[in-house]
């Protein structure tokens, strides 16, 4: 494969020329919803899994947005004069966005790929050729210094991350700049950081392509570029977490032994968070022979900070080197060197009594709280993105069970979230169903068991009563003592809340 690692990169600091490139990219509706009504929704996925056949099938005709997919996407040869009147030609390969092949030809220097917004707007993420996700030669490039695009990863921690807007905004590990241009949208100011100076300045040119303000952009590896006295409302990091022997790819491979890495970098960060403040992770750690993975990561959190980690997938030590291995493209490579990487990692794993990886979400938020909340779970199930707003009521209803103790949380009133069904199992005809089931359809979509209590107090809760009075009209419709009522439903009340089944509201003013 071609080594684009060290190809030169188009100019940052030409804002005419990037503006002039935006405006046309944007005129032929080189957009992620062109893109789909263009190729259709079969060659739009194909090149999600880096095949290009659907897609230049789809683009053989001579309209402005095929011959850009075939430039930007495909990273196919075009002639110059199927451009003229739709890019500025000249203007782009003086600044190094093209360049010309043979007489009549130009092509792409980078990869350019729409991108759309949270709100709708068109964005588009640059990185190296061949690099895109989605792009023409999928991921499979090895250049040290290489700069990837946007893929599963980048899109799972843009949609947890809170969008509140904020002061400041950190994105440690920037790669293409999509952390940066997502924290650019609602933080003023925006700090991001690369061990890699190339991912610098391809984050510059996502930017300024995508027509966001420029970041404040420092070289080196997690904290370092930031200066003590420094401090930020969001921190959000995608970091190089693959747990491999030695540092070979710097894009994934943290280079530290193990998980130190993903530890190294949650425990910094307590200290560089305003109070209230977030900062999120992608991240995986081991789960060691005799030892609990929930334990492990509760180690990591920092003092001074709740915590909520939520584990998505576990692999095994087999399962996550060929995967790993297969993102290299070593396993196209030569057999016996194939086969002497797999051995190293396995190496690596039984050395360190490894039996598996997990991967997941890790969410701290900065509290002056005495007792901090720290919640690990496992939950592979689907959930519904984006996330942020889900995560930012966690940790509010994690606030309000720890200001309230069971007598005010008895005269506090909830409401009902939005969306959430009760389902009911038992035999026709019975009094009383063999169990009741909360299940949600927003957020982290969960599903809890209650008793008859439990679903009758959630039913009713609409915010205009109070946790007690609810509680006393069941036991007189039951015939339970309220008193005895009042004592063993607040431990039921804490999880629907906790879990998000019921939201805290404020008394109603009469």
């Not at 092509?107 to 050729?129: C, H, K, M, N």
């Not at 690099?131 to 023409?136: E, I, K, S, T």
């Not at 576990?314 to 993102?327: H, K, M, N, P, S």
């Not at 598996?356 to 979400?361: L, V």
Request: hydrophobic share 40%.
């Amino acid at each position: 494969m071609t080594d684009t690692g060290s190809a030169p990169l188009p100019a940052a600091d030409r804002p005419g020329t990037t503006a002039l490139l935006r405006d046309a990219l944007l005129a032929a509706s080189f957009t992620a919803d062109g893109l789909l009504d263009l190729l259709g929704a079969p060659a739009y996925a194909a090149l999600a899994r880096s095949e290009t056949v659907p897609a230049l099938r789809a683009t053989r005709g001579d309209t402005p947005l095929e011959a850009l997919v075939r430039l930007f996407l495909l990273q196919q040869p075009v002639p110059s004069a199927r451009l003229a009147g739709v890019l500025p030609v000249d203007d782009a390969v003086d600044a190094g966005w093209l360049t010309r092949v043979g007489d009549d030809e130009v092509a792409a220097t980078v990869d350019v790929r729409p991108y759309g917004g949270p709100d709708g707007e068109d964005w588009f993420i640059v990185s190296d050729l061949g690099c895109a996700v989605g792009g023409a030669g999928g991921i499979g490039q090895r250049a040290e210094n290489v700069v990837l695009g946007v893929g599963g990863a980048s899109t799972t921690l843009a949609g947890i991350t809170v969008r509140t807007p904020v002061g400041s905004a950190l994105d440690l590990g920037t790669g293409s700049g999509i952390q940066a241009l997502h924290a650019a949208q609602h933080a003023t100011r925006v700090t991001a950081t690369d061990l890699n100076p190339r991912a610098l300045d391809i984050t510059a040119l996502t930017l300024a392509l995508s027509g966001a303000p420029a970041a404040d952009l420092r070289e080196g590896s997690l904290f370092e570029p930031v200066r003590e006295d420094e401090t930020f409302d969001l921190i959000v990091s995608n970091p190089p977490f693959v747990i491999s022997p030695g540092a070979r790819l710097t894009y994934r491979d943290g280079g530290m032994s193990g998980d130190d890495l993903c530890r190294t970098l949650v425990q910094q960060a307590g200290d560089r968070l305003n109070e209230g403040g977030f900062a999120q992770f992608l991240a995986n750690w081991q789960h060691v022979e005799g030892e609990d993975w929930q334990e492990r990561l509760r180690s990591w959190v920092p003092r001074g900070c709740d915590a909520w980690i939520v584990q998505r997938e576990v692999q095994d030590v087999t399962q996550y080197a060929e995967l790993w291995l297969r993102d290299a493209g070593d396993h196209r490579e030569d057999p016996a060197e194939y086969q002497a990487r797999y051995d190293a990692w396995l190496d690596e794993f039984e050395a360190r009594k490894v039996k598996g990886i997990g991967f997941g979400w890790i969410t701290l938020r900065r509290t002056a709280a005495a007792e901090p909340s720290v919640v690990v779970e496992e939950w592979p199930h689907a959930v519904e993105q984006p996330l942020g707003d889900a995560i930012r009521a966690h940790f509010e209803r994690v606030a309000h069970l720890r200001e309230h103790d069971d007598a005010a949380l008895l005269e506090g009133h909830f409401r009902l979230a939005a969306e959430v069904v009760q389902e009911q199992v038992g035999l026709p005809g019975a009094e009383d169903p063999e169990h009741v089931v909360l299940r949600q359809h927003r957020g982290m979509c969960r599903a809890t068991k209650v008793d008859t209590i439990g679903a009758g107090f959630a039913g009713v809760c609409d915010g205009t009563l109070s946790a007690g009075r609810i509680l006393d009209a069941i036991a007189q419709l039951v015939g339970e003592d309220p008193v005895a009522l009042r004592d063993r439903t607040p431990a039921q009340i804490r999880l629907l809340v906790e879990q998000g089944f019921l939201e805290p509201v404020g008394e109603p003013v009469a």
